[in-house]
């Protein structure tokens, strides 16, 4: 036992244990230093190797075959804007771009191909183009003078090339120019009478012959309003081989128009605006 000093009590040691330091936290400064980046990853080897993807030369056969292809792709053409397009650089434009879309998808999305568009590729395409449009014409010219009544009625003492011209001329001229695309008949005073307009049934056959006889109905898309839209275009088109049709026939001597020029192009511009 501890006699010997002063009594001593014992120290009464604390429980708890000191919490570590926390680390001193900078404030984030709300604007970032002028031209910090705001993040640095490493690009992937994908983004690299998309950009530096090799171009893919087309075979002989796969160039022909996209020229077939293309040959009736160009059809799409007749259901829009570009229907009658006459402009040497704009024509060359959409040509390219319809053998472009008709290349085979069959080797991947977004591949890069070498230019393999010639001129003579560019030709064979508008060729297919011309003759697809020319189904109008030909419709018009077998079946026009019936149509449209341009013989002289029975007994008639004025003669057949007078009549014709001036029933061409009160139907394609007088009016609104565009009476041959009405349902109209004429009064005792030989003067134009429409009934309805933009419903002759030449036109229409001539509408319904190119589409769905003709099996281009899948031109004309998939919606409704894509439908009535297209179908405008058509409507012109018909509208414009009819006048060419007529104005042959107004002619002393018939005088085949190419379907073509600037004058056709005015021609398509006023039919596309009927409703």
């Not at 244990?17 to 992937?44: D, F, K, L, N, W």
């Not at 018009?140 to 029975?154: T, V």
């Not at 589409?211 to 018909?238: C, D, H, Q, V």
């Amino acid at each position: 036992m501890h006699t010997m000093g002063p009594a001593t009590l014992p120290k009464k040691r604390d429980s708890r244990r000191p919490m570590p330091p926390t680390t001193r936290m900078a404030p984030y400064p709300a604007t970032r230093p002028h031209g910090a980046s705001v993040s640095e990853q490493p690009i992937s080897e994908s983004s690299t190797s998309s950009t530096s993807q090799p171009l893919i030369k087309l075979s002989k056969d796969v160039i022909e075959q996209t020229v077939k292809a293309a040959m009736k792709l160009v059809t799409r053409e007749l259901f829009s804007e570009n229907a009658m397009t006459i402009g040497k650089a704009s024509k060359k434009a959409i040509l390219t771009q319809v053998i472009r879309d008709a290349v085979p998808r069959c080797v991947g999305p977004n591949v890069m191909f070498e230019d393999f568009i010639l001129n003579k590729h560019c030709t064979q395409v508008a060729n297919a183009l011309s003759v697809t449009r020319g189904k109008f014409v030909e419709f018009a010219r077998d079946s026009i003078f019936n149509a449209y009544r341009l013989f002289p009625p029975l007994h008639s003492t004025t003669p057949p090339i007078v009549y014709r011209k001036r029933v061409i001329n009160k139907i394609t001229v007088d009016v609104d120019g565009l009476v041959f695309m009405h349902i109209y008949t004429f009064n005792q005073d030989g003067e134009v009478v429409i009934k309805a307009k933009f419903q002759h049934p030449f036109i229409m056959s001539n509408v319904i012959q190119f589409i769905w006889y003709g099996m281009r109905s899948e031109f004309l898309g998939k919606t409704e309003e894509e439908k009535l839209k297209n179908l405008k275009f058509i409507w012109a088109l018909a509208g414009a081989a009819t006048f060419c049709s007529l104005e042959e026939q107004a002619a002393d001597t018939v005088n085949v128009d190419r379907f073509g020029g600037g004058g056709m192009q005015q021609e398509v511009s006023r039919h596309s605006g009927c409703n």
